[in-house]
């Protein structure tokens, strides 16, 4: 069974919102969770493991996951945590992962694409912030606690976002095309369409969680 | 010109994300945000106001939005408010309007979408809270200040998620399958995937900002 490194997991949200050649490129190690799950193993990938209710299978497909994953973690409908969660557990916690990047989070419900934006917020999971991505074909989802940081630039990615998920003190964008100096956030808010102006942005904060988006518009986006 | 009622307001994301038949459904008055501005005019649909810097608009795009739209607020590229906020400034104060409907909010750039939900957070938006609604088309996302509230069920939604978006004191879900009493929320969270008994659910909380979702899977989430 594979240990360390990056983990990928692979959530039910629309494939409309997946990387180019998702299963292709990012060859694993895999965890699927619930629905996708299958679609993993419909794109020949097979996970290492699976968390779900899985109550959303019908059961032929149930069956075909039972027959291509060893560890099968079967969660209760009614629970403390949700399946990604527990998923991401089961990667730092029983894989030894390095790295959780999250695919197949983002598009369709919202409910549960917050779900999984504010997973770094709960104590159990904050201390793997700085090592769990979201990722989708427009936009990388990072997470950050107090600290100094340089970020480097995504080639493919133009845009860069800082989002203070809680407020947080004493931000500080120090080379970014809008700069920031020790600047209070009392609340949430999504401080968008910042840029690089080299291959790298550094930036510093004090206190609470800070969420950073890379993006990039679509050809769609430009010409639909 | 339109005073009153329900303003709607179309920003820039993905048509992919848009309810059915959006246009034809929703008869308006529109305000356009950005790019939004053109696809209404693309839809037949002439708005009101127009809000934005305009930049990424090719120069006839720009004078075809000049030629439908008589009240154009053209925003500077570096600014304090986006465009977005700026449009809801302008459907409440300067049309007098009773709810804010925007669509076109979701999907792509997940730096926008955060934008779009955070608006509510900010002093001078807050008091328009109850008044804000984001709507795409599997996520009719509202916001609540403290207080007691009966919520109506909207026919086509199956799931219902509390989401505070600050830590809020008291929270109680009174009549939903998933019940809270009295309980406080340290930080933001979903509470997802909870639903209603009836055809209303009751809630309730002392302090912060609630965002509830009402959404609910697509044809394709289910079969793609």
Not at 71 to 85: G, H, L, N
Not at 115 to 124: D, G, H, T, Y
């Amino acid at each position: 069974m594979p240990r360390g490194g990056t983990f990928n997991l692979l959530v039910g949200g629309p494939k409309a919102n997946w990387p180019a050649d998702l299963t292709e490129k990012i060859v694993g190690p895999w965890i699927g969770v619930d629905r996708g799950t299958l679609r993993l193993i419909e794109h020949n990938v097979q996970p290492v493991a699976a968390i779900g209710d899985f109550d959303s299978l019908a059961a032929p497909e149930l069956q075909r996951v039972r027959r291509n994953v060893k560890d099968i973690r079967q969660s209760q409908p009614e629970k403390d945590f949700t399946d990604t969660q527990m998923a991401v557990s089961v990667a730092f916690g029983d894989y030894g992962a390095e790295q959780v990047d999250i695919y197949g989070a983002t598009g369709g419900r919202l409910d549960h694409f917050l779900a999984n934006l504010f997973i770094v917020l709960e104590p159990q999971y904050k201390r793997y912030a700085n090592r769990i991505r979201l990722i989708d074909k427009q936009n990388t989802i990072s997470f950050y606690l107090p600290g100094h940081y340089q970020l480097r630039k995504e080639p493919d990615k133009n845009y860069l976002a800082f989002i203070p998920l809680t407020s947080i003190d004493h931000l500080s964008l120090l080379d970014e095309k809008y700069q920031l100096h020790d600047e209070p956030i009392p609340y949430p808010i999504s401080l968008a369409s910042n840029e690089f102006t080299g291959e790298t942005g550094e930036f510093q904060f004090d206190t609470g969680v800070l969420c950073v988006i890379q993006s990039c518009d679509t050809y769609e986006a430009r010409h639909e």
